[in-house]
DNA sequence: TCGAACATTGACATCCATGTAAAGGTCAAA
DNA sequence: TTTGACCTTTACATGGATGTCAATGTTCGA
């Protein structure tokens, strides 16, 4: 599909499409004229960008982690690198510090409203 | 205390303590001589700041949530404004879907690491 | 064949969190 | 009294994610 199409069904804009490219995170085909030849799987894909993006894990991370989140549960383990091992246990420890940070605010932004139910 | 000490014992550097201030969220007294004064409270205060933003939260959102926030887990409740309340429990449900999406992409990555040590 | 809709690249603008520097005031200790 | 450490404000710079625009090429339907 073209990029029009793939901005309509994710509802990310081409100018980010374009620049996710630019940043590495996709690779879309090239039509003979040019045009951005989008495959059906990169749907998935820009939603997820998307969703860590909003997470607040930038692009360069996302680059480093994409090739391990298999969108199909595929798990195909390419490249037993101790090196990007490593890598990847770092980002996994510091998403599990963030997850239980965000947690505690949650859970102090909870028994605030509740305070508040009970006045 | 004052900015430099405070930037010692938090970590976080003076530019960034008048970047804070200057974004509401902290507001230290100030000396005759013009120099900022830190109550002991705001230690801990900025840390928490820090660990927000460091998990992704931008500072307008932080403004918002610190009142409610409160170091001591006193929970007093200055004012059951009905909009004040819409806000927060928004902003706890924005946290929440952000902890299951954090959730999914620390899961899926220690499953890619399982299958690395499986090979 | 022409216009509308869609692509392309490239550039410039903005917001946010930061770094860094300039020009100057305060204060304590040598 | 001067030096050095610390503070002030102001400003300009940068990097990342995003908006917007200009100039141009492609395709398709009236």
Known sequence: MRIGELANRTGVPTRMLRY?????????????????????????????????????????????????????????????????????VDQRDKLAERIVLLQQNRDALTRYIDAMDHA
Chains 1, 2 share one sequence.
Not at 34 to 48: M, T
Not at 62 to 86: F, H, K, Q, W, Y
């Open 20 to 88: 996710y490219e630019e940043q590495g995170l996709i690779t879309p085909l090239r039509l003979e004229n040019g045009y951005r030849d989008y495959d059906e799987y990169l749907v998935e894909r820009v939603l997820k960008i998307r969703r860590l993006l909003d997470s607040g894990v930038p692009t360069r991370i996302i680059r480093d982690m994409l090739p391990c989140l298999n969108d199909i549960g595929s798990t195909i383990v390419a490249d037993p690198d101790p090196e990007l091992r490593a890598m990847l």
